[in-house]
């Protein structure tokens, strides 16, 4: 099965800096990588994602890239604000069987 | 639009009793999914139905069940509660295939004590 790995587990930046969290992924087959923020005690709700036929997306202060061949896509968010502090999650997903698979999150601290 | 809705938001079990958690969503979706989140774990995959019909294990399987009742709904039956099987509990929802976002229920915290 899928096995995606996710780093930093803890991040803490200035208010106005950016913010760079990594993952990997081992299924080739996986073709579809959504980036999830889950506030403290609430649900996940999908902030950005990627198909691996593009190579970068971009939304306002949010961007994610894509390496398929490297299986490695990161989330960068620039301009960090305080209402960015949240756990942040990436995920991998293959039209197979539709099952998503999630790293471990990421903790980000923006620090006014 | 409520989106997708699970019961109980809390819950206290013994250990050894069972429960079941519901999960209805409104939005057509062919895939839905039980999640469990455990500090420093992530969100780990149980079971899931990638259409009506259909049910899979996913990484954790190991003490739960499903049912897919119909399209809208998705079950996760604990048949013999262990203190192990804390934690918080999302069941979610996709279109299917292709792969699209998927959403996430509310959760269910559980402990079992």
């Known amino acids: 099965g899928e096995n995606v790995e996710q780093h930093p587990s803890t991040l803490s930046v200035q208010e106005g800096d950016s913010a760079v969290i990594k993952c990997t992924y081992s299924?080739?087959?996986?073709?579809?990588f959504p980036w999830y923020k889950q506030e403290l005690g609430k649900r996940p709700q999908l902030i950005i994602d990627?198909?691996?036929?593009?190579g970068e997306k971009k939304d306002q202060r949010i961007a994610v890239t894509l390496n398929k061949t490297a299986k490695h896509f990161s989330l960068h968010i620039t301009e960090t604000q305080p209402e960015d502090s949240a756990v942040y999650f990436c995920?991998?997903?293959?039209?197979?069987?539709?099952?998503?698979?999630f790293g471990t999150g990421t903790s980000l601290t923006v620090i006014p | 639009n409520a989106g997708v809705t699970q019961t109980p938001k809390f819950q206290v079990l013994k250990t050894g009793q069972s429960m079941t958690l519901q999960c209805a969503q409104d939005?057509?979706?062919?895939?839905m999914y039980w999640y469990r989140q455990d500090p420093g774990m992530g969100l780990r995959l149980i079971y899931y139905s990638a259409s009506e019909g259909t049910t899979d294990k996913g990484e954790v399987p190991n003490g739960y069940n499903v049912s897919r009742l119909n399209k809208r709904e998705f079950s996760l039956r604990l048949e013999s509660a262990a203190p192990s099987q804390t934690s918080v509990y999302f069941c979610?929802?996709?279109?299917?295939?292709?792969?699209?976002?998927?959403?996430f229920g509310q959760g269910t915290r559980l402990t079992v004590v």
């Open positions: 299924d080739s087959a996986s073709n579809y």
């Open positions: 939005m057509n979706h062919n895939s």
């Open positions: 990627i198909r691996s036929n593009v």
């Open positions: 995920a991998a997903s293959r039209n197979a069987g539709n099952q998503f698979y």
């Open positions: 979610a929802s996709s279109v299917g295939s292709p792969n699209t976002e998927a959403f």
